[in-house]
Structures are given as C-alpha cells and as structure tokens.
C-alpha cells in the first residue's frame, strides 16, 4: 500500500527575532500560514528493514539528515512497526527557500506511515518528536494560520485568516538559515558594541531589548486577535481587509535586515511586488522566497505577470484555512 499527500508550504506573517536561547536557538515570535502550494510525498513500507528516500532533486539528501528519514525511524519505533520504508519526494517546492519545504515533508511522512500502519500517535507524542526533528514542523500538524513562540515549535492555532490569492516569488538562490542567524548576531553584537554596552552581553544577545522587541509585537498580535475575533463572524460588517489591521500591529520579517543586504535582488523583488499591486509583501522565513497578498485571484494573475516580466519566477496561489489544509492534504 501506498500513501500519496499533497505537502503544502508555508509562508510568515512577520517574524520577529528574540534573545539567543542556552540551547543555541533563538526565542521567535511569528504567524504561520500554509498555501496552496506543495510537494508531493509518497510513503510505503516493504519487506526489510531500514528508511529509503528517493527524490530526482540532487539537493535533497537521502541519508539521515533528512527531516523525512528522523520522522520515519522515530515513529516506526514509537508505532512498535517492522519493515523498510519507503519515502519517494516529488519536489515543486525551492529547496532552503523558506517555504518549509523540508518540514511539510516530514510530517507528511509521518501521517503517511500511520495510514499505511493503520495505527496513530497520540495527538502529545506526535507533536513531542516532530519538534524534536525541527522547529517549524509543528505547524504543520495544525495547518491554517498559527502563532509559533519559543523557537517556533510552540504553535497555538489562530482564527484563520480568510483566503487570500498569493504570489509567490522563487529566486533561484538559496539562504542558509543558520548563516542568517548568525550574520543577525553579528550585526547585533556591532550595533551593542556602537552603543556602549557591557561586551557580556554581546555574545549571547540576552539583554532586555530583544524580549522586549518580541513583547512589543505579542501586544500588537493580542490586540489585533481581540478587535477581529471578539465581535461578529471574521469580515462581516468590516469594510477593511484584517491583513491591514494585522500589518499595523507591526508585523516584519527580521530576517530581511540580513539578507536584503547580502542578496540586494531580494530586496528588489519585494519591490517588485508591492509596485504589482500585493497589499503586503514579505521574505518568508530566512528566504529567499518572496510573497505578495493581493486581493483578488485576477488581480494576483496580474502582479505575477508584471513581475514575471522582470525575470523573476512566479507563482499563484492563495491561502489555505485549516480545514481546506486537512480536506486536501490526502490524495485519492
């Protein structure tokens, strides 16, 4: 038997960057929100032992490095399963893009193997050891949009946001994460050291601006959650699209103070995106995919077209709500 699942993407609404943490990872606050884009992940299990991964893209390791290949050995043993797995990855998705590719993948393979198995981890012991393989893949067990807090692995399910048609925007270069946050650090620990603080606090970014930074947005957030949600269903009687009221509540992606500079086209392409219409756009995660929140699925055409003109790759697509993210996760 095999187990095909559409493994949608997601993008950041906002991404703020907190202290560095005594386990080398850094507090986050962000939005999560999946889209309609995805890979497709196949899982099957055979006679033997073992994870096998195939996938056409050389960028993809096959060994276990692979977000897909932790999941499957860890649930294999936690589903007290025998047998050799099989993960075939069919990537339209940029590798280190910050879509979230790797991640969607993961958990995909996971729910794969409980439908193959016909068994199922309890709701506690699935997120426990998709967190411990990577911070971004809880999300992906709620789908929708989510709040992520600590280093992005706590993940608390929000009123989803209505559907809004998405362009995205895939430049053919990839960001390393970790080298993202390392240049943050360092350009932090410079701007401390221009300042005049103690040189203590420098290496680990532990003091009190950077909680505060992320304290400042989670008020904004609170705020913004209480005035949409508290009164009359999402949008009824409001004349204004919640994603305004969501950008005044200061949302920005941290990460574009890094990489912009180290990638001046991505900087050029959110441009790009903005001068083509899109309400809000932003690097998603460390990049370097690009997205744009326009309106209108023609208005969307639109801005890809315009876009697309000026060399870069596009795509439309639209947000997904949780209930549509589980409806269309299962292919056949």
């Given at each position: 038997?095999?187990?095909?699942?559409?493994?949608?993407?997601?993008?950041?609404?906002?991404?703020?960057?907190?202290?560095?943490?005594?386990?080398?990872?850094?507090?986050?606050?962000?939005?999560?929100?999946?889209?309609?884009?995805?890979?497709?992940?196949?899982?099957?299990?055979?006679?033997?032992?073992?994870?096998?991964?195939?996938?056409?893209?050389?960028?993809?390791?096959?060994?276990?490095?692979?977000?897909?290949?932790?999941?499957?050995?860890?649930?294999?043993?936690?589903?007290?399963?025998?047998?050799?797995?099989?993960?075939?990855?069919?990537?339209?998705?940029?590798?280190?893009?910050?879509?979230?590719?790797?991640?969607?993948?993961?958990?995909?393979?996971?729910?794969?193997?409980?439908?193959?198995?016909?068994?199922?981890?309890?709701?506690?012991?699935?997120?426990?050891?998709?967190?411990?393989?990577?911070?971004?893949?809880?999300?992906?067990?709620?789908?929708?949009?989510?709040?992520?807090?600590?280093?992005?692995?706590?993940?608390?399910?929000?009123?989803?946001?209505?559907?809004?048609?998405?362009?995205?925007?895939?430049?053919?270069?990839?960001?390393?994460?970790?080298?993202?946050?390392?240049?943050?650090?360092?350009?932090?620990?410079?701007?401390?050291?221009?300042?005049?603080?103690?040189?203590?606090?420098?290496?680990?970014?532990?003091?009190?601006?950077?909680?505060?930074?992320?304290?400042?947005?989670?008020?904004?957030?609170?705020?913004?959650?209480?005035?949409?949600?508290?009164?009359?269903?999402?949008?009824?009687?409001?004349?204004?699209?919640?994603?305004?009221?969501?950008?005044?509540?200061?949302?920005?992606?941290?990460?574009?103070?890094?990489?912009?500079?180290?990638?001046?086209?991505?900087?050029?392409?959110?441009?790009?995106?903005?001068?083509?219409?899109?309400?809000?756009?932003?690097?998603?995660?460390?990049?370097?995919?690009?997205y744009g929140l326009v309106a209108s699925k023609a208005a969307a055409r639109?801005?890809?077209?315009?876009?697309?003109?000026?060399?870069?790759?596009?795509?439309?697509?639209?947000?997904?709500?949780?209930?549509?993210?589980?409806?269309?996760?299962?292919?056949?």
């Amino acid at each position: 038997m095999t187990v095909t699942l559409r493994s949608f993407a997601k993008i950041n609404l906002g991404l703020r960057i907190g202290a560095s943490r005594a386990d080398g990872y850094h507090e986050l606050l962000t939005v999560y929100q999946t889209i309609g884009l995805h890979d497709l992940v196949r899982v099957s299990i055979e006679r033997g032992s073992g994870v096998e991964i195939r996938c056409a893209d050389a960028r993809v390791p096959k060994d276990e490095t692979n977000t897909c290949y932790r999941i499957a050995e860890r649930a294999m043993q936690l589903l007290r399963a025998k047998g050799r797995v099989r993960i075939q990855l069919d990537k339209r998705l940029p590798v280190q893009g910050g879509l979230g590719g790797a991640s969607a993948n993961a958990v995909s393979t996971l729910l794969g193997l409980e439908r193959v198995l016909k068994k199922r981890l309890p709701a506690t012991e699935r997120l426990r050891i998709v967190a411990e393989v990577g911070s971004d893949l809880p999300l992906f067990l709620l789908g929708g949009t989510v709040l992520g807090v600590g280093r992005g692995e706590q993940v608390y399910p929000l009123p989803d946001l209505p559907a809004m048609a998405c362009v995205v925007v895939t430049p053919e270069i990839g960001v390393s994460t970790p080298k993202a946050f390392g240049e943050w650090d360092r350009r932090k620990a410079a701007e401390l050291r221009s300042a005049g603080e103690s040189m203590a606090a420098v290496p680990t970014l532990t003091i009190a601006w950077t909680s505060d930074r992320i304290s400042r947005l989670s008020c904004g957030l609170s705020a913004w959650l209480s005035e949409q949600y508290s009164g009359a269903p999402f949008g009824r009687g409001r004349a204004e699209n919640p994603l305004l009221a969501l950008v005044r509540a200061g949302i920005k992606n941290d990460f574009e103070e890094v990489v912009f500079p180290e990638y001046p086209e991505l900087g050029e392409a959110k441009t790009a995106l903005l001068r083509a219409g899109a309400k809000y756009a932003s690097l998603s995660g460390s990049g370097s995919t690009l997205y744009g929140l326009v309106a209108s699925k023609a208005a969307a055409r639109s801005a890809a077209l315009r876009v697309r003109r000026l060399g870069w790759a596009t795509q439309v697509t639209a947000t997904l709500s949780r209930s549509t993210y589980w409806r269309r996760m299962f292919v056949g």
